[in-house]
Each structure stands twice: as C-alpha cells, then as structure tokens.
C-alpha cells in the first residue's frame, strides 16, 4: 500500500517553461488536493477535486490548471512557469466528509529561475 | 477570515522534558482541528484529529486539546525524545467550507 505518491521529487524549471506534476493514490479516496507550501507560511490549497470528474480552485489557483484523470491521479500543470511558482507543492487525499483527514504525498520541490 | 497561528515559530528542548506547542485561531466556528508532524523531505503525517465537540485526543505520548472559545489548542508531547524532532503544524476546517486552514508551523528540536 504506497499511499499517496508524487513525482518528481525535485525540477528545476526556467522561466516560461511548462510541467506537469503527478499525483497517485491508491486507498480509493474520492477528494484529492494540490498545495504549496513557502516558507514562514502554512500550506496554502491551490487546487482541489472532491469526486472524481470535479475540480474547484482553492485559495491560490493563478498560474495553475488540473486534471482528475480518474479516481486514482489527481495532475497539476504550470503553464509558464514564473520565479514565484518556487514552492513545495504536495498533493493529498481524503474522504470527503465531516470528520475526514488527508493523506499526504512526500511533496515535490520546485525551483523556477 | 479565519487564521491559524503557532507560536514559537522553532522550540529547542532537551531530551526528556515535556513540552507543549500552541495553536491559536481566530473564528471558533470551526469542525475539528488536526495535528500534523512534517519531517524534512517527507510529507505531513496527520497526529491528532479532534472534532468541535471534543475536549482533547491522546495517542501514546500525544495529548492535544481544544478550548473552542478562547481559539486555542496545545499539542503536548511527554517524554521527549530526539525522535520527536520535526515540524508540527496545525490545521482548522471552518464549518463554512471545506478548505483547512493551516499555520505555518512550529519547527521542534529534542537535543540528546
């Protein structure tokens, strides 16, 4: 049982260049979700999907877009990337409802230049 | 707005004392509040979950509660080890959506 799974784990990205982050999970969690988290701070939500085929912005969804492929993976895209995009983005699964926790990936760590 | 505060931002204790981390927020209409332990190059571990009309939770030597009305909670740890060395971070779920609201968290070191 892996959880949930990230990849890749670091990228170094120039400005205006675009990527792909994955996100897996395998516990059959319908609601799945993108931060980033920057120093000094607490995790901000960027994106998240509470059923599969839903998606909805969080608090900080400029300059990202997502894709629920299916239960299981939950994909943030930056399109251009930008300096201020440097983060650590980690992506977590839950069970949409009252009392319900997250589960979270082992982050990835972005560098824009 | 809600907010979550942690404060000290880092702590250094050692070994074998107990200690407690502190958790403030600003609305208390809130569902549960979480714990979450975060170690370098790794994801966040959920500790503690407690609901709006719990007191406190224990899990081994974790003791966390919650005082709704004032807007805080406090994760005690006993016994410290240099294992419990990480970053702890808090999180509310507000009744009104189902975002958490995090803190920016509370970097611990146990020095042996």
């Known amino acids: 049982n892996a959880g949930v799974t990230q990849t890749p784990k670091f990228q170094v990205l120039k400005t205006g260049q675009s990527m792909t982050l994955q996100c897996a999970q395998d516990?059959?969690?319908?609601?799945m979700y993108w931060y980033r988290q920057d120093p000094g701070m607490g995790l901000r939500l960027i994106y998240y999907s509470a059923s599969e085929g839903t998606t909805d912005k969080g608090e900080v969804p400029n300059g990202y877009n997502v894709s629920r492929l299916n239960k299981r993976e939950f994909s943030l895209r930056l399109e251009s990337a930008a300096p201020s995009q440097t983060s650590v983005y980690f992506c977590?699964?839950?069970?949409?409802?009252?009392?319900?926790?997250?589960?979270f990936g082992p982050g990835t760590r972005l560098t824009v230049t | 707005k809600q907010e979550v505060t942690q404060i000290p931002a880092a702590l250094s204790v050692p070994e074998g004392e107990n200690l407690v981390l502190n958790c403030s927020f600003t609305?208390?209409?809130?569902?549960?509040l979480q714990w979450f332990r975060q170690d370098p190059g790794k994801g966040l571990t959920s500790l503690l979950l407690i609901q709006s009309s719990q007191r406190e939770q224990t899990s081994g030597r974790l003791n966390a509660s919650l005082d709704k009305s004032s807007g805080r909670s406090t994760l005690y740890i006993a016994a410290s080890q240099p294992g419990d060395s990480a970053t702890y971070l808090c999180?509310?779920?507000?009744?009104?959506?189902?975002?958490?609201?995090w803190g920016a968290g509370t970097k611990l070191i146990i020095k042996p």
């Open positions: 516990m059959n969690h319908n609601s």
């Open positions: 609305d208390s209409a809130i569902y549960n």
């Open positions: 977590a699964s839950g069970v949409w409802g009252w009392a319900y926790e997250q589960y």
């Open positions: 999180a509310v779920r507000p009744r009104s959506n189902y975002q958490l609201i």
